[in-house]
């Protein structure tokens, strides 16, 4: 035969002569039990505990979401140290338009007509002076009002404090109101509406679900029990729900987090898609290890004298942030996850023979019997034959 | 020999035996082209459809963040129930620091020279009455528009209401204008810096891509088209892309998401990790399951007369809220997915001899004969206990 | 015996036999070297890389935050242009309310007194006119200033310009302080308080770590050597390992990035997880291809003069925007996981054999013995004998 077909049938040999390992049969019950429980036991945890379980089969994608807010109410304040005053949603709710996180106004300390000037800083050990000496021009005390002008002024008629160059009347908030002064405030509501997508798997939704018509909307309100889909939450329940009480955490304000949680099995319906709302209070009330409890902030409305002077209203308003967190993780079936998976278990299945082997050749009575026939020893033979090998091979 | 070196031995032998498998060779192309072509397909499905489309060999990061946004343009009213009025960015953009959210005011209810004060309720069902017995003080009806003194008065010549304390006049929100009445900005444009991190993978980029000169960014102007890397959009090119049409949303206003995707592939050179814009109305215009439709908020301007008392101007502002909403997810080759994707393929692989076994013993013709020589059957040997192995099972 | 006891035992049979490859041991130090060693490799390759380096066993989640900010400190501005200020929290902080981004105001361009009016232009190529027919009334030109009224006025002695319609006296933003105006904002300190969740392992925590007390919050300050717990920050050192010079930064403003970052590894102690601060540049300040460099943005404060005309003071504020940028990913034990990463290192404990017998029967001298014992051909004989085969089965 010529040299090439020669190599062509090896090649063909190499590429499809099929190798199969040689198998031994026990027909015992015991060892064949063994390993078909052992096979059972991995197949139900893959199909049990991965799939229905875990949902290792799914891809993941997380939450994109847009939020606006609109609260409602009023209030009407009628306290010693300021007239009598109306209060709306302009007035209380900083900044005003309605984005993932508003800000309620419930107790504030405000001082009206401020302006450039000079004036006695408020006594405290770093400023009571005796005179002049006692103040150094130009300097500004971290702990201070202003900068300090040298001069030594009678902030009252028994003390004496350096005089600073500041927005006069400085602003003293030391005696906050205990009650808060919009204790109204916890009746107010709030909508929230929430539309949310998932990127990935280009899945679109809003917190206001289809089944629900407007005029529902119009008079519902929030209740985990009676009314969980309705967007709109009274303040009184939604800090109840977090377990604070209002009229403790209005004083001297604080941080709430309304938590959405969309994370959805989208190979369901996707109406079984639904929001989630929980509750916390998201700074820490404990007075020890913290520094500025509560949640405050200073804003200023200026306004013009008519001899055209700037002024000010200086307000340092205590108040309950609330912030809109919109979280969540959807699934839905992906191939690769699955495959991987089903790989991982297979992996396992192909372990489950070594198990039956061990068992066969460790516990049973014939042990001696299968390993005979199931191992061989390799039987060294004089090297010659090693020849006739190829040339079968040849002749094949 | 000694002990030790017996055992020594033993061990030796029982760590470096090599046990592989007795393998039979069947010289049958049918067979062989069988287990070849089964191969092929799960080499091809990993290689393929893992690595090529799904990119499993990666691992992923989500993006971190941060939008510039500073909207240019003016416009001029002039209609009857107003003086005319120039407006520029100051006036219409609320928040004015240009964040990932901006506002652009396009309709509004101005009520200017509000008090507190005393005045006649809007006329309604509920607030109408006949004398001061219908007016119960102190009431505040959450629908109402404040505190009830008592009184009964003439809110018109015709129609008798309870008098409320509030911010007087009130406001009258019935009237909206049908037209908007900043028209004019759909031509306002907007820039919008977003600059954008993986932390795992310490990659940084910017929207504004490194080819792009300054000359060119004073000029250009978004569109998907000629100009898709140009971080300037007109306000009517981003509602023509998300489908609305901005005359109408302007009218009652809304919330619109300019969504920007950084997906990338970081194996690629990283100029191909470019930003991609698309649009969309994130709030439901549909007036059926809906509550206060499109997008509106009420904030206030202060000022004080000459005789230092409170007016303010309130303003009932509608108007397009802009997101900007930045996603995407980033991929690299990373060698644990790989390895992990690579093992998933492996064990499909290690299936692939038993599809080829069952081939061969169920539909080849010389099936009997491949067993024969493939599967060998426990022989019981010269052994006591070899005899009630058979019986037991015979008897079964 | 009955035919349904045959079926029976045949099931029985198919079903309990058990089949187990034959194999042959290879009494070869160096195979078996071969063997073990490639197996040592895959095992240590698992554990050391995939679960001690890369943590593969464990299943994420990513943080959900909420920020808290509050500056401190003032500033005295004496400048020629403008009469003695002192500036505190109220006036330089925008927004006031402590949000995850807020905006220290370093310079400005200030334009008092602004009505709704009619003045000249700002001399430009496209401003400058000879007489009114080079004005067109109602034209608004996108680089101008407001809607012209078709006149040519002076603008100063030596030029003429159109009138427009607008604010006026116009804004001249172009001679910008070349030192910041509040240069002494580099000395304000902000406190960031920061609580973050992960929802899946429900685990909170907040960036005030458990053992710090309120007296060593009240003075602390942030330092990466010597206090990186203190929540507290000195603006002029956030820039410094930004790398960014203050006085540099606040002439025409900028982005300034506090990431905060908080993966963790929740199989440990979870006082282990604690958020690590970084700081960058987020804008960019090269001015080529760039549009709009550092960071400004147009406010007006508006007031109404005794005759109840409306005026504003334009302010054209230059700052550094503050971004807390909160992240992080935790990971933690899970089953799913692991078995995955099991699965996938087992797939390749399968490939460990093939390695060996390739080693075996290539490089071996004996390998011609080797494979005459371990590989079979398949051995032609005639077909009658199928028959026996049955036969044998039934006496086993």
């Given at each position: 035969?010529?040299?090439?077909?020669?190599?062509?049938?090896?090649?063909?040999?190499?590429?499809?002569?099929?190798?199969?390992?040689?198998?031994?049969?026990?027909?015992?019950?015991?060892?064949?039990?063994?390993?078909?429980?052992?096979?059972?036991?991995?197949?139900?945890?893959?199909?049990?505990?991965?799939?229905?379980?875990?949902?290792?089969?799914?891809?993941?994608?997380?939450?994109?979401?847009?939020?606006?807010?609109?609260?409602?109410?009023?209030?009407?304040?009628?306290?010693?140290?300021?007239?009598?005053?109306?209060?709306?949603?302009?007035?209380?709710?900083?900044?005003?338009?309605?984005?993932?996180?508003?800000?309620?106004?419930?107790?504030?300390?405000?001082?009206?007509?401020?302006?450039?000037?000079?004036?006695?800083?408020?006594?405290?050990?770093?400023?009571?002076?005796?005179?002049?000496?006692?103040?150094?021009?130009?300097?500004?005390?971290?702990?201070?009002?202003?900068?300090?002008?040298?001069?030594?002024?009678?902030?009252?008629?028994?003390?004496?404090?350096?005089?600073?160059?500041?927005?006069?009347?400085?602003?003293?908030?030391?005696?906050?109101?205990?009650?808060?002064?919009?204790?109204a405030a916890e009746n107010f509501t709030v909508l929230i509406k929430n539309s949310i997508t998932y990127p990935k798997f280009n899945f679109h939704k809003r917190n206001i679900l289809p089944h629900i018509n407007s005029s529902y909307l119009k008079t519902c309100e929030y209740s985990r029990k009676t009314d969980p889909d309705c967007p709109i939450f009274r303040l009184r329940h939604i800090l109840a729900e977090a377990g604070e009480d209002f009229q403790d955490m209005a004083v001297?304000?604080?941080?709430?987090?309304?938590?959405?949680?969309?994370?959805?099995?989208?190979?369901?319906?996707?109406?079984?898609?639904?929001?989630?709302?929980?509750?916390?209070?998201?700074?820490?009330?404990?007075?020890?290890?913290?520094?500025?409890?509560?949640?405050?902030?200073?804003?200023?409305?200026?306004?013009?004298?008519?001899?055209?002077?700037?002024?000010?209203?200086?307000?340092?308003?205590?108040?309950?942030?609330?912030?809109?967190?919109?979280?969540?993780?959807?699934?839905?079936?992906?191939?690769?996850?699955?495959?991987?998976?089903?790989?991982?278990?297979?992996?396992?299945?192909?372990?489950?023979?070594?198990?039956?082997?061990?068992?066969?050749?460790?516990?049973?009575?014939?042990?001696?019997?299968?390993?005979?026939?199931?191992?061989?020893?390799?039987?060294?033979?004089?090297?010659?034959?090693?020849?006739?090998?190829?040339?079968?091979?040849?002749?094949?």
């Open positions: 035969m010529s040299k090439s077909t020669g190599c062509c049938r090896d090649f063909l040999h190499y590429v499809f002569d099929y190798e199969t390992p040689k198998t031994l049969v026990i027909p015992s019950i015991r060892v064949g039990f063994v390993f078909r429980f052992t096979q059972l036991l991995v197949v139900l945890y893959t199909v049990g505990y991965v799939c229905v379980v875990q949902k290792a089969y799914q891809e993941t994608d997380s939450v994109v979401s847009t939020v606006t807010t609109k609260v409602k109410g009023f209030a009407f304040t009628n306290i010693s140290d300021m007239e009598p005053r109306f209060w709306d949603v302009a007035d209380y709710i900083i900044p005003p338009q309605g984005d993932h996180s508003f800000f309620v106004l419930t107790n504030l300390v405000m001082t009206p007509g401020q302006t450039q000037s000079r004036c006695a800083e408020l006594p405290n050990p770093s400023t009571t002076c005796v005179d002049d000496c006692d103040c150094v021009e130009g300097y500004d005390d971290p702990r201070g009002n202003g900068i300090r002008t040298g001069l030594c002024e009678n902030y009252s008629s028994t003390v004496k404090t350096c005089e600073v160059l500041s927005w006069c009347p400085l602003e003293i908030d030391a005696n906050l109101p205990k009650r808060p002064l919009l204790a001297k304000g604080g941080v709430l987090g309304i938590l959405i949680d969309w994370s959805c099995d989208l190979d369901w319906w996707p109406g079984k898609c639904r929001p989630k709302y929980t509750f916390r209070r998201l700074d820490d009330k404990h007075p020890d290890n913290n520094v500025a409890p509560g949640y405050n902030f200073r804003f200023a409305k200026y306004y013009k004298t008519p001899e055209g002077e700037e002024t000010r209203t200086l307000i340092k308003a205590y108040g309950i942030r609330f912030d809109v967190i919109v979280f969540g993780t959807a699934g839905k079936f992906g191939i690769v996850p699955t495959i991987v998976n089903l790989g991982a278990a297979l992996s396992f299945l192909s372990l489950v023979p070594m198990v039956a082997d061990w068992f066969m050749l460790t516990c049973m009575k014939k042990r001696d019997l299968y390993s005979r026939q199931k191992v061989t020893y390799l039987v060294e033979e004089p090297q010659t034959e090693s020849a006739s090998m190829s040339t079968t091979y040849g002749t094949q």
